[in-house]
């Protein structure tokens, strides 16, 4: 079966640092994505990773563990146009991807 | 147009009628898809296309049925609606033979089935 995993809130103070969990078992994988949705909006694309290690892309980086079946998405100097829903999706095949439910963060000022 | 766009923006339909949601992208991307999104669930696929021509099922299919008669348009039909078909639609597209992966999304169609 298909299974991501993610926590369904969280909440974090502006200017601080947080870290978005995300991890899978799939069929097959061929990288993982993140993706910012602001409510009422459509996804946007954050980030992809298909080898370990960590990406960095300004106040975002992105982490991949393809043995642990983990990633993670780290926020740094919260600000509050950070407050949206984050999705995790794996790229099973060549163009179909898994999604995970979403983490919806939420800063504080 | 710049992007992908979807038509209507959000529609009220009553249980049984048929309704067309209309999904078309200017990048020239050779993959399409259509999603719903309901609260509390992950992006699920309805159905895709790799290509003009072709159209594959998605994980949940059933009570949907598109066509992709050019690289363009990708419009997603329900043949009778149904309640639990109310969500937020999503058309998506990516150019997958390039390999750049990314998938780019439309500002969704909020359907409504009474």
């Known amino acids: 079966g298909q299974n991501i995993d993610q926590p369904t809130e969280m909440t974090a103070t502006e200017g601080a640092i947080v870290q978005i969990n995300c991890t899978y078992q799939?069929?097959?994988?061929?990288?993982l994505f993140w993706y910012q949705q602001h409510a009422g909006e459509a996804p946007t694309f954050l980030s992809y990773n298909v080898l370990d290690g960590l990406e960095e892309k300004g106040r975002f980086s992105s982490f991949l563990s393809r043995s642990k079946g983990y990633s993670y998405l780290l926020l740094k100097e919260l600000q509050m146009k950070d407050s949206a829903s984050y999705l995790c999706?794996?790229?099973?095949?060549?163009?179909?991807?898994?999604w995970g439910a979403g983490t919806k963060l939420i800063i504080k000022p | 147009i710049a992007g992908i766009t979807q038509a209507p923006t959000s529609q009220i339909l009553a249980a049984g009628r048929r309704m067309t949601l209309r999904c078309t992208q200017d990048m020239r991307h050779n993959a399409m898809y259509w999603y719903r999104q309901d609260l509390g669930l992950g992006l699920r696929l309805i159905h895709y296309?790799?290509?003009?021509?072709?159209?594959g099922k998605g994980e949940v299919p059933d009570g949907y049925s598109v066509s992709r008669a050019n690289t363009d348009d990708f419009p997603l039909t329900l043949a009778s609606a149904v309640p639990s078909q109310t969500s937020v639609y999503f058309c998506a597209s990516s150019d997958s033979v390039a390999g750049g992966n990314e998938q780019f999304f439309g500002p969704g169609t909020r359907l409504t089935v009474l």
């Open positions: 296309s790799n290509t003009a021509g072709t159209t």
């Open positions: 999706a794996v790229k099973v095949s060549n163009d179909l991807l898994i």
């Open positions: 799939t069929s097959g994988f061929n990288g």
